[in-house]
């Protein structure tokens, strides 16, 4: 992995009011060229903020800390026309809920073209337009010519999301940050538009950045992954070895609770209690409340990340776990 | 009436062809007129279920899956009577409950409660926990300590401290919430409990904990579920029963690992080919079955079979004569050209 998009180092997030607590804490990871990584966790994780600390999307309240560098150009604290002339060309955005993200009063076309022109100056309205319509064939949207000049309520929630991924990839981005992007759609519209973004982030060389709660999108998705609880990074890991030997318990977690498609249903094991805020974090590691191989050294240490075989993992007892046993699904 | 009554049995197997159904749900329509001040004078009205007819054994969990738009929340909602049924008729422990006037369904409402999807939206936010849980309870008539008394066992029973009693909703996380709906669902001891999509709203690792209470509660209590979800691999792991459902009708209804192991309608097999699975090696196998286009209006469903527009299988007959459901002894599904079995 030599060529580096993003390389993101000691990321701290507070808000303003919340006494010196931080909702992201020493975040660091990096994203290579054409590579897909998934950041996974449950909500309040920091997963979110993160990314959109990176791309300048917080509030004011926001106090955001350390390093992010998008090949080179320092991004935290740079100036607004640095990020603008960024966002959209270089790094462009999806979120969640497509509604929201495009605008009621303006045609598909319109909003696509505007994306386009706001970053190339010399091209026409007519050479946007029918770049518009090349980009709403790229994602496979039926009848691009007559879609071109219809509104977002006109589309359903799987045309949407194609709409805003064609306005992603209008400016050919070295890196997409994909914010759940199928959370909202069903499951026969979320495996199409996975297969989209895989092919068009394959095609064009693209990095993508895929925050994620759902580990069965990460297992079809993802090259590497990071696994984030309660601000923090606690686990980064190839695909493989996140779901055959995860190194964090909170990872075994999440593995285990999870209702399988296959194998003879049985009680699931679910991990007690729930994931601290940032204004009630416990002292030492951030999961031990919820963590049954817990020790005394957990409740008084914050674990640093090291090394486990080819993962890392921020976890005390990481090399003295029993074996995690899979159990094999067969499709 | 208290927990430690005699429970009803779990059916085994062989019971369930014997025992009359709890729940049975027969044709049932609703249509919503299409309204508003865009309205066309005689346009056709949105035919939300298009006669769905299931039933529900005692003591079993059917599940009933379908992606939005597929009528599934407006069954359940024509079931409870929160929506009046266009036709059709849905009788719990064999009274008619679409012919009951408000009174008289007041007094099955302890017989049929429901878990909502949002446990934010789903409690009062003024009311303390203890009085949430105990509001049902009015409709047994018990005397102020027997409703103290029966709370208290209810928090017990779904695991909340009773310190939570005092407490407001927004003091409690989601898990703990969708704890206290369920309480609030049971304390009326029903015989048949409503999910609507009980655990989407809650992260992963608190899923878990939600879905093994439903099924602790259930062996222990005897009462039966609908469990309406979207999430396949959570509807596989607490139904006996799953029922498909697509654009207002039933495609296909087996049991669990029927369903799931063999189906026999191609929207099911679709639906579960699209399931991600938590398994990278089993991902770069997988060949999904890539479905076409969307799901149609339910204003204006095709003619015919109503998955045929996006069924790699159709043929003419599918467009002019609509499959009936038809069992094969194990499933009951509505194809022409089902999958091989």
């Known amino acids: 992995m030599s060529d580096i998009l993003l390389d993101v180092r000691g990321l701290d997030i507070a808000f303003f009011g919340m006494a010196g607590q931080r909702s992201v804490r020493d ?22 903020v993160s990314m959109r600390a990176i791309m300048g999307l917080l509030p004011d309240s926001a106090y955001v800390s350390g390093s992010a560098k998008f090949l080179g150009q320092e991004l935290i604290g740079a100036s607004t026309a640095t990020l603008r002339s960024l966002t959209g060309s270089r790094i462009a955005m999806i979120f969640q809920d497509p509604l929201t993200a495009l605008n009621p009063l303006l045609s598909i076309g319109d909003q696509i073209s505007e994306a386009i022109r706001i970053h190339n100056r010399d091209v026409s309205r007519r050479e946007a337009r029918e770049r518009a319509l090349q980009l709403l064939r790229d994602v496979a949207i039926p009848f691009p010519e007559k879609r071109l000049d219809q509104y977002p309520h006109e589309f359903s929630g799987g045309m949407r999301q194609r709409v805003v991924i064609a306005i992603a990839i209008a400016n050919k981005p070295d890196l997409i940050i994909a914010d759940e992007p199928t959370t909202a759609l069903d499951v026969t519209v979320q495996a199409e538009v996975l297969d989209l973004l895989r092919r068009l982030c394959r095609q064009n060389g693209t990095g993508l950045a895929l925050i994620t709660h759902d580990l069965g999108v990460v297992a ?45 249903a049985k009680r699931l094991e679910d991990i007690g209690g729930t994931p601290p805020t940032a204004a009630s974090l416990p002292t030492g590691c951030a999961f031990h409340p919820r963590c049954s191989f817990a020790t005394d050294v957990c409740r008084k240490e914050t674990p640093r990340l090291n090394s486990y075989g080819r993962s890392i993992a921020a976890c005390h007892l990481g090399g003295s776990l029993p074996a995690f046993e899979k159990e094999i699904e067969t499709a | 009436m208290t927990m430690d009554g005699p429970n009803h049995a779990s059916p085994s197997a062989d019971a369930k062809s014997i025992a009359p159904p709890l729940l049975s749900v027969r044709e049932l329509i609703k249509d919503f007129a299409s309204s508003g001040v865009f309205a066309l004078a005689g346009s056709n009205p949105i035919r939300a279920v298009a006669g769905v007819s299931f039933d529900v054994l005692s003591g079993e969990t059917l599940g009933l899956v379908g992606e939005s738009g597929c009528g599934k929340s407006t069954l359940t909602r024509c079931i409870l009577r929160l929506l009046t049924p266009t036709s059709g008729s849905v009788s719990l422990g064999g009274v008619d409950l679409a012919g009951l006037d408000a009174e008289a369904m007041r007094n099955q409402r302890k017989h049929l409660q429901v878990v909502f999807q949002d446990p934010y939206a789903s409690l009062h936010p003024r009311m303390r926990i203890g009085d949430i849980i105990a509001e049902p309870l009015r409709l047994l008539n018990l005397s102020r300590r027997a409703s103290d008394d029966r709370v208290k066992e209810l928090v017990d029973l779904v695991k909340l401290n009773r310190e939570h009693l005092e407490r407001f909703p927004h003091e409690l996380s989601g898990g703990q919430r969708q704890r206290v709906g369920i309480a609030r669902a049971l304390s009326v001891n029903p015989k048949m409990v409503l999910l609507d999509e009980p655990v989407s709203a809650l992260d992963v690792s608190i899923q878990a904990g939600i879905l093994n209470l439903l099924m602790d509660l259930q062996e222990r209590l005897g009462h039966s579920y609908l469990f309406v979800a979207h999430n396949l691999s959570t509807v596989r792991h607490i139904s006996n029963r799953v029922a498909v459902m697509y654009l207002g009708k039933i495609m296909e209804i087996a049991p669990r690992d029927q369903l799931f192991g063999a189906p026999r309608h191609p929207y099911t097999a679709a639906l579960l080919s699209a399931v991600p699975v938590a398994d990278p090696k089993v991902e770069r196998r997988r060949q999904r079955i890539v479905l076409s286009g969307e799901i149609p209006s339910p204003a204006a469903p095709p003619s015919g079979c109503r998955f045929r527009t996006r069924c790699w299988k159709a043929k003419e007959v599918c467009s002019t004569t609509e499959p009936e459901l038809r069992s094969d002894g194990a499933s009951t599904f509505a194809c022409h050209f089902p999958q091989a079995s």
Do not use: C, N
């Open chain 1, 27 to 48: 975040v660091s990871l990096t994203i290579a060229r054409g590579e897909t990584v998934s950041i996974v966790g449950e909500s309040g994780s920091g997963k979110s």
């Open chain 1, 220 to 264: 079809g998705m993802a090259e590497r992954v990071y696994v984030m609880y309660a601000g923090s990074i606690v686990e980064a890991a190839l695909v493989d070895d996140i779901f055959e030997r995860p190194a964090h318990p909170y990872t075994r977690g999440l593995l285990r609770s999870l209702p399988k498609m296959k194998d003879q």
